[in-house]
């Protein structure tokens, strides 16, 4: 299948606003994973605790974000099936910003006690609301636009929204950290990238709105509208997704275990080890950059291995990343300990690009898995259901693990998430090349 000159004009742009507005919408919601391994034990709770405590209670915080995903995945691929995904993607990033930028002007625990850490645990709600829409729709934006030959690779730019926001909001906080003096940070610089959010959602907002629906979307409701039946997918295409999907959801689910697990170790966990082990001994900053780096290194690798899945399949690119992932666990943690900035930065770097091996052909095969009726909340359920199921409490139960057994429990807890991840694969059918 060939692609004239004029639509592909038309299908960069409409990857480059994927790519857009999922930036942005990763930027807001990582701000908060970084914030809660840095900032938020001192800023929103009692500092009478032990620092592994607060630690605790901090990302358990952040855990509230994905609970609310999947509600976000279900309310948002209702409206995003029925009146398309374009109109729900700008609420989506709406939701997003605002909640965002609230987060920033919050006052703290000193000032009026147990209502911050409550009020942050609401903004957090809504965040993961947003969220759980936001993927869907910009996923749907570009894969369904795509060419059948060329569908991983245009998807990798939904995909690289992810490790776009994890830059930006690495670089927020470490342009704020070098600034100023660490008690400065800590008094008020750190609300200046969630503040900075509603200037970054204003542009986003902008591209989007100049956009069209998709093909798919636009074609399926010229058919229904022919039909002159409102069909019962209209009135509630989750529930004919649960009906229809249910074992492919669920499996689904499992195969984005092993990102998930692994990913909030990388961008959350592996912070809070390098400044709180002993072994490590490394500056905020310090561990900010590795994770920035990292994190870019991942892009060209999500590209490379999207396209490929056009090639190859989706299923084989995706175990392959998986098993890497799972073996990789176990070099993490001894290269991080060794305290060399370059070390820890290949460590981090190495597990991003594992796992850009199975983040990047995702966005194709989750929607290839689903017909268009259902697509949205379909891809959604399965994809924000995994979040939960593996990203929600990573952060948190590796804390636990290391400070209960040892670090190489955590190395652990990643190859098991591998294996459920592998095992699902095995039960789901390749959809590489597939006509929607």
């Known amino acids: 299948m060939t692609v004239e000159p004029t639509q592909q004009q038309n299908m960069r742009r409409v990857a480059m606003t994927s790519l857009a507005g999922t930036s942005i919408e990763w930027y807001d919601f990582f701000l908060y994973g970084t914030a809660a391994a840095v900032i938020f034990p001192k800023a929103f709770f009692p500092q009478d605790l032990p620092p592994m405590v607060l630690l605790i209670i901090s990302f358990s915080t952040f855990a509230v974000g994905f609970i609310a995903r999947p509600l976000g995945g279900v309310v948002f691929g209702h409206f995003g099936d029925q009146v398309g995904r374009k109109r729900t993607l700008v ?24 209502a911050a850490p409550l009020l942050l645990v609401a903004l957090r709600f809504v965040q993961g609301l947003a969220v759980g829409g936001q993927w869907g729709g910009a996923m749907l934006l570009v894969t369904e636009s795509a060419p059948t030959n060329k569908r991983g ?30 008690e400065a940070f800590l008094e008020w610089g750190w609300r200046l990238p969630f503040i900075a959010s509603i200037v970054l959602i204003g542009i986003s907002l902008y591209v989007q709105l100049r956009m069209e629906d998709t093909e798919a979307f636009k074609a399926l409701k010229a058919v229904q509208a022919e039909s002159g039946e409102q069909a019962t997918v209209q009135k509630s295409p989750v529930l004919e997704a649960i009906r229809r999907y249910p074992r492919r959801i669920m499996l689904a689910a499992g195969a984005f275990l ?10 959350a966990f592996v912070i809070a080890y390098g400044l709180n082990s002993p072994s490590v001994e490394l500056t905020r900053d310090e561990m900010l950059t590795s994770v920035l780096f990292a994190a870019a290194a991942m892009i060209p690798v999500l590209f490379y291995f999207s396209g490929m899945s056009d090639r190859v399949g989706r299923k084989q690119i995706y175990r392959w990343g998986a098993i890497f992932t799972g073996v990789w666990g176990f070099a993490l943690f001894p290269l991080i300990d060794t305290g060399s900035p370059l070390l820890i930065t290949l460590a981090v770097t190495v597990g991003m690009i594992f796992l850009g091996m199975q983040y990047g052909p995702q966005a194709a095969y989750f929607t290839e898995l689903f017909s268009t009726e259902v697509r949205y909340s379909g891809a959604s359920l399965g994809y924000q259901i995994g979040a939960i199921l593996g990203g929600a409490l990573a952060p ?7 400070n209960e057994l040892g670090i190489f429990y955590v190395s652990f807890y990643i190859l098991v998430a591998a294996i459920l991840t592998l095992w699902s694969l095995s039960q789901l059918e390749e959809t590489g090349g597939r006509s929607l």
């Open 91 to 114: 609420i989506a990033l709406m939701m997003m910003g605002v909640a965002t930028t609230l987060i920033g002007l919050l006052p703290t625990y000193q000032s009026i006690g147990i």
């Open 396 to 402: 948190t139960i590796a804390v636990l693990l290391w």
């Open 258 to 267: 092993s990102v998930q697990v692994t990913f909030y170790i990388l961008i």
């Open 153 to 182: 690779w245009y998807g990798a730019y939904a995909q690289a929204g992810a490790a776009v926001g994890v830059i930006l909001a690495n670089l927020a906080f470490l342009a704020v950290s070098t600034s100023m003096s660490d």
